[in-house]
């Protein structure tokens, strides 16, 4: 079996002394989509953050594509081809639209800190960034300071930021948290869409975008994971049932 | 999408500064040479070169300032040890006879900018790891510490007399060793200009522009395979670099440095100078230059409470207008691309007048309050806005109190007219 994308080995984080995440084995293939599911303070987004170095685990190691990041800062790990969003909009506000994409290419681009390139004189730059707003359909938002798009807008620009340096392991943090059910599916859609080929890894709390997108799902309920398989098989596994699903799907029939 | 917001139209400096999408205007690069070549043959007497001078060093210092502050989002309270140990390494220099007079003087402030970069390296090494408080907090300390280092290392900050030179030593620069006024005055022009014009290039460059990320979400920019940490590092290095010019040129033009060049109230100087202009614009700190020049000139021949008054205008536009004077000048921008700017000329000289008016009338009945308290015994004749009288009869405080009362309260009666037709102004549609 080739190297998978993510490996998670005995993953454990302990904020004084509570264990919030307890012993976290996971692994999640090259272009797969893995959807994290579970209820609220299982440490879904505490997982995200040990993952991406946010927070430094207290014990397991996670490795990318086989090579193991204990000690790398996020922007090193960002720069190993692992992007994320985040379940609070993180963009840049006071920017524009299109500002926002471009910061996000130039690293991958091989700008690094130069102070010699104008970046308004690169078309690579500007080609790039207009080719992210139309995959996000906000070419027409180009030039409006961020902070003024509506919710959903900065939603999609924010998975546009999180693709656009060309990571191929993208993790997206709730990215249909609270929106109407027009401006999920068009996320939902949009998603599909931009992470072609790529691994995803999501957590997200709506059962529809859940199981419209992951190959596969893990169920997290108070820092372990009791359930890992295809959608059918985690829907019918009487131990999530029990913990979490069965409820959420009374819900929402 | 709009082609409106592509142009490079010079009149709108709020596109070009900010939207960062739009190839360079030359235009407002060659407006500010001519200006500068021509201001000389329009304020001739030696005085105002030297005034011209020292607003030139100080839109230097304060656009190297506000890299910091405004595009890096770095608030320093110790920024003057970079101008000031940059000024200090070329003074130095000018005592260096050897060197120095095979040197020619445009040069030196090079070498200025290279002793403010060198410090900076050093400092920013452990500064730029935070921004905010303990960014502040370091550079407060740092700057108090060289600061104090004046009067301890006395070989090279002179202790308290501090250390002058001669300018004049240099090798020729085409036959001018820089004996006029004039002469210095051209050599400030053209090192304000190369400044102005190399900061704003940085500000479109890679580094320069996630500074500005940095500043607005350091941790977004950290997930963009950006180090927050050396993005700031590379702005503050930058910063001292131009900080250092502003030392040097400092140097040549009043040819001693002091203790005062590197202490905290110089530091405390360039913040509210370039915080008065606008921190949000590229062009605000050249604003906040040369006003702050104006009043400290100016305004100080005057009267002896001129720094009452431009502390007052500080916390003002603080409180008032955070985006500086360069940002009152930019809100009128949505106004005039809807063509409904002249809505807005009457309502303004219907509050702006009176309650200028009343200002000066308030400032009177400072001065007079001033006079009273503290003119020597029996010296009741003062001078105020060209007319002397006594300060100890009652007329003309009721003057002034009449004066400030009628002139604020117009202002006030007609805010609310202003506030209406400025919403007017700014709304499309409707009667324009």
């Known amino acids: 079996m080739s190297t998978p994308a993510l490996e998670l080995t005995g993953l454990k984080k302990s904020f004084g002394k509570a264990e919030i995440i307890r012993g976290i084995d996971l692994s999640i293939g090259t272009a797969e989509r893995h959807a994290i599911i579970g209820p609220n303070g299982a440490g879904k987004s505490t997982l995200f953050n040990l993952i991406t170095a946010r927070f430094p685990a207290t014990e397991g190691t996670v490795k990318l594509h086989g090579e193991d990041l204990a000690g790398l800062q996020p922007f090193q790990i960002n720069r190993k081809g692992l992007s994320r969003s985040f379940q609070i909009t993180n963009i840049f506000p006071a920017m524009t639209v299109f500002e926002n994409v471009r910061c996000a290419l130039l690293w991958s681009q091989g700008y690094k800190y130069s102070f010699w390139n104008l970046v308004n004189r690169s078309r690579q730059l500007t080609e790039g960034a207009d080719a992210i707003l139309d995959q996000i359909n906000l070419l027409e938002r180009r030039n409006l300071p961020a902070g003024t798009l509506s919710y959903a807008e900065q939603r999609a620009l924010e998975i546009g930021i999180t693709i656009a340096g060309g990571a191929d392991v993208i993790m997206l943090d709730e990215p249909t948290a609270g929106m109407s059910h027009s401006e999920t599916d068009y996320i939902t859609d949009l998603i599909l869409k931009v992470t072609e080929g790529k691994t995803l890894v999501m957590v997200e709390h709506d059962m529809g975008v859940v199981f419209g997108l992951a190959d596969r799902i893990s169920v997290l309920v108070y820092g372990e994971i009791i359930a890992t398989g295809k959608p059918e098989d985690v829907r019918g596994d009487p131990k999530v049932q029990e913990a979490y699903l069965g409820a959420a799907l009374e819900a929402e029939h | ?432």
């Open chain 2, 1 to 432: 999408m709009t082609d409106e917001n592509l142009t490079t139209d010079p009149a709108r400096p709020a596109q070009r500064m900010r939207a960062g999408s739009l190839s360079l205007t030359f235009t407002p690069w060659i407006v500010g040479g001519i200006l500068l070549v021509l201001m000389p043959f329009i304020f001739t007497s030696n005085s105002a070169l030297t005034i011209m001078n020292q607003m030139w060093i100080t839109v230097i210092f304060a656009l190297a300032y506000n890299m910091l502050l405004g595009q890096g989002g770095m608030l320093s309270f110790g920024h003057a040890v970079y101008a000031g140990v940059g000024g200090f390494a070329c003074m130095h220099i000018m005592n260096a006879s050897d060197f120095f007079s095979s040197l020619p003087l445009p040069v030196l402030p090079v070498f200025g900018g290279l002793f403010g970069m060198g410090l900076a390296l050093i400092v920013g090494s452990f500064s730029t790891r935070n921004a905010g408080t303990v960014f502040a907090m370091i550079s407060l300390g740092v700057g108090e510490l060289i600061a104090a280092c004046s009067v301890i290392i006395v070989a090279f900050f002179g202790g308290e007399e501090g250390i002058s030179g001669d300018r004049t030593y240099a090798m020729p620069f085409f036959g001018n060793e820089f004996l006029q006024q004039i002469d210095v005055y051209y050599l400030t022009s053209f090192w304000v200009l190369l400044s102005a014009a190399l900061m704003y290039l940085w500000s479109r460059t890679p580094v320069g522009r996630m500074a500005n990320a940095v500043r607005d979400n350091p941790e977004r920019a950290e997930f963009l395979g950006y180090s927050a940490r050396w993005v700031r590092f590379y702005s503050f290095v930058a910063s001292g670099f131009f900080a250092g010019v502003a030392g040097g040129l400092f140097a040549i033009n009043y040819e001693i440095l002091t203790e005062e060049n590197l202490n905290t109230t110089s530091s405390g100087v360039i913040l509210l100078v370039t915080f008065l202009g606008g921190v949000g614009f590229f062009f605000g700190p050249i604003i906040g230059a040369v006003a702050f020049t104006l009043l400290q000139t100016v305004l100080s021949l005057q009267t002896e409470l001129w720094a009452f008054y431009a502390g007052t205008l500080f916390v003002a536009t603080v409180m008032f207008f955070p985006g500086g004077l360069a940002g009152l000048m930019m809100m009128h921008v949505p106004a005039f691309r809807l063509g409904k700017a002249n809505h807005l000329i009457v309502p303004y000289i219907k509050t702006l007048i009176p309650g200028f008016i009343g200002i000066l009338g308030l400032c009177a009945l400072v001065e007079m309050t001033f006079h009273f308290r503290h003119a020597a015994t029996g010296d009741n004749e003062m001078t105020l806005f060209w007319t002397t009288f006594d300060s100890h009869t009652i007329l003309p405080w009721i003057i002034a109190i009449a004066v400030t009362a009628i002139g604020l309260g117009i202002a006030r009666a007609t805010a609310p007219a202003l506030k209406e037709a400025w919403n007017e102004a700014n709304t499309a549609g409707g009667a324009a």
